[in-house]
Structure formats: C-alpha cells, structure tokens
C-alpha cells in the first residue's frame, strides 16, 4: 500500500504513504475488535487507504499547492488508488529501484527495503542490525530525505541504465538474505524472514522481462540452496550446527529443487557473475556425500570467483577446499600466508588444518577465535569444540 500512494503521488510523500498505512492498520484493529474481521479483510483495508488518502490531500493546503498541478493531467489515476495485485506488483518493483538508488548508502537501502517492501517494524530493523531504534529513525530520516533532494522518481530505468542499477537492486537483495541467514540476531523467526523477504523481492525482479536475467535467476537460485538447509543448521537450543553434522533429512527438498530450477535458467546468455559461481557452489552444499568431484568442482569455482570478486571469505572458503581436496598441510602453507588475524574464522580454518597434526596449535587457534567472535553464539560454539578436543 505505501509503494502504491507513493507511486501515484510521488516519494516526496513516502512518510505521509507510511502513515495513512499505519492508521489504515489501527482503525481496522479498533474496527474489527468490535465488529469482527470483515469477510474479505484485504478489500476492507484497500478501501480505507483510499479513503483516508484522498481524505487527507483534499483537506490539506499542500493537495491544492503542490500536488494538483502534478497531477492534473493525471486526475482519474490519481483519484482512483488502484490496490489490484498487478498494480501493487509494478509498485513495489518500482519502489525496489527508487530506494536502491547509488545516491543513499547500502545500509539505508536495505533499511528502507526491510521497511517500505517488507513491513518491518523500526524494532525488527533494529535487532536485525544490532542497532538501536534512534540510530535506524536517523538512518531512514536521511535516506528518505535523499530521495527528496535528488528527485527521485518512481519509474524502472531506462533499458540503457537498467544493467548498472539491476546489479544494486541485486546486491541490495544478497545482503539483505545475508543478514538473515548470517544474522547475528537470536530471533531465529526474524533472521527466517529476512531470508524469504530477499527471496520475495528476487522473485518479483523475475517475473518482468527486463529485469529476469539470467544473474537475476542465479542469484536466487542461490538463496534458494541456502534457505533449504536453514532448519538443519540450528538446533532448538540456538547452537549452529556445522554442515557435517547436518541431519539431511531437515534439507528442504522442494526449495533445493526450485534452485535447481533457476539454475538452470541462469544458465541463459554470456554473462558469469559472482552469483552464478556462488550458487553452483551452493548447489554442491546441497549433495551431502562427501566426493572428490564434489570438492574439486568446488575449489575450481572459487578460483573464478576469486577472479571476478575478492574477498577474504571468498579466500578463506577456497582455502578449506583446498584442504579437502589436497590435504592439511599443502592448505596450512596458503592459509598462514594470508595473516587474516582479524578474523575469528581464520583461526577457526587453522584449528581444522592442525587437527591431525599439532594438538597445541589447535587449542591456540580455538582460543584466539573465541577472542574474536563477535556473538555469544558463536563463542559458545567454539567452548564446545575446546571442550570436545
């Protein structure tokens, strides 16, 4: 509802869009208290929006000032807030590519997603970046008010600026996925939302010809891998569990297959991105025996994506197939160049490599990765393996 008042009357008015929404929601909670839920809710909410809307740009000066000779020659479209499936559809992708605009920096634009896209509460945002909620009202204050100031429209770009902007959207998606998937939250429900909002929008970007490209279909063939292992990987206690240790059972079968499909469809056109070689990785994970073609594949995969896209993960990830593939110690003498020490996951790959060879060196490289880690989760996690070793 906010994506579509914001597309009809602009993202100048993206606050007011937020509130008419929120008292739409609070009179239906007041309304319906008393009255009962109505037969078809969705329409009952879709007309009081409208109502209160027009209500409000009507009485106030600013409809006569500003927004009238706007839409003047728009008056029909503007009068009759259309709240159909397709137009809502059309809205929020439009709203996708206005809020991942270059001009506001990636946090914001996630923020703005998680609230505008999403229906995320300041709350949630803020648990989900470990924030508080004056920091997260300031950080939206000001991208919104950088919507304003650079004129943002709500239009998809031109088919000549669809390529440059379709690979922020598409990044502002992967990190959105990866604060739920990686999260560092407890709230196992909200680090499960944040992954299925990523996936919402990815689906949105393929059902429109220009925008479902083939890294588009990649990269939520990605997400769809990742996701269907997601109650494998925690137990009911909040520990994560390693992908070893993981009960293939708990895979969920249908999301691996949906990866598969849009895999295959990635497969579509020239282009390799880091999105292709990251899911083809992904999908891998997804094959629990434990193969020499399986990790060959997979150390070949990152040393392309290491070619198109670095990263001391990237780089740490590549070095535990190596170890797979060629053994502790061919690994041992890559990783210890590298000299991450600022990561608690290089001293976590250090305590693996060492584990058949210098029992002292494991217990050195687990403690110093308990120093580091950055949750409560994770150190605990690593006390288990002190104590297991």
Request: proline fraction near 2%; charged fraction near 25%; aromatic fraction near 10%.
């Amino acid at each position: 509802m906010v994506a579509v008042i914001s597309r009809n009357f602009g993202l100048q008015h993206i606050e007011l869009a937020e509130d008419i929404v929120s008292e739409t929601f609070l009179t239906a909670a007041e309304t319906w208290g008393i009255k009962g839920i109505p037969e078809n809710p969705e329409a009952w909410l879709y007309v009081v929006a409208k109502q209160k809307t027009l209500h409000h740009f009507r009485r106030n000066r600013i409809f006569e000032e500003k927004v009238v000779p706007e839409i003047s020659s728009h008056q029909e479209k503007s009068e009759e807030l259309n709240f159909s499936s397709e137009n809502i559809r059309d809205s929020q992708l439009q709203m996708l590519f206005a809020i991942c605009n270059p001009a506001i920096a990636s946090e914001a634009q996630i923020g703005l997603a998680l609230r505008i896209l999403c229906g995320f509460g300041i709350d949630e945002i803020s648990e989900a970046f470990l924030s508080n909620k004056e920091t997260i009202n300031k950080r939206l204050f000001r991208a919104k008010e950088k919507l304003r100031s650079e004129k943002v429209s709500m239009e998809l770009p031109s088919e000549n600026e669809l390529a440059s902007r379709l690979d922020n959207v598409l990044h502002i998606i992967y990190l959105l996925f990866s604060e739920g998937y990686y999260s560092k939250t407890q709230n196992q429900i909200l680090q499960k939302d944040l992954c299925l909002e990523a996936m919402r929008l990815a689906v949105l970007l393929t059902e429109f010809e220009m925008t479902n490209q083939p890294k588009t279909n990649a990269l939520l063939a990605l997400m769809c891998f990742h996701a269907s292992r997601f109650e494998a990987r925690q137990t009911s206690e909040e520990t994560f569990i390693l992908y070893e240790k993981q009960d293939e059972s708990r895979w969920d079968k249908t999301l691996i297959n949906q990866g598969t499909h849009f895999l295959s469809r990635s497969a579509q056109g020239i282009e390799l991105s880091s999105y292709h070689l990251e899911a083809r990785i992904a999908y891998w994970h997804c094959v629990k025996e434990d193969t020499s073609e399986k990790w060959e594949e997979i150390l070949q995969l990152y040393d392309q994506l290491l070619a198109i896209n670095y990263s001391p993960s990237v780089v740490l990830n590549r070095a535990f197939a190596l170890y797979k593939v060629k053994g502790p110690q061919v690994a041992l003498e890559e990783v210890e160049s590298l000299k991450l020490e600022d990561s608690h996951f290089y001293f976590l790959l250090l305590s693996e490599l060492y584990r058949d060879i210098n029992r002292e060196k494991v217990l050195v490289n687990l403690k110093k990765a308990s120093d580091l880690a950055k949750t409560q989760t994770e150190k605990e996690d690593i006390k288990k393996k002190l104590t297991e070793f």
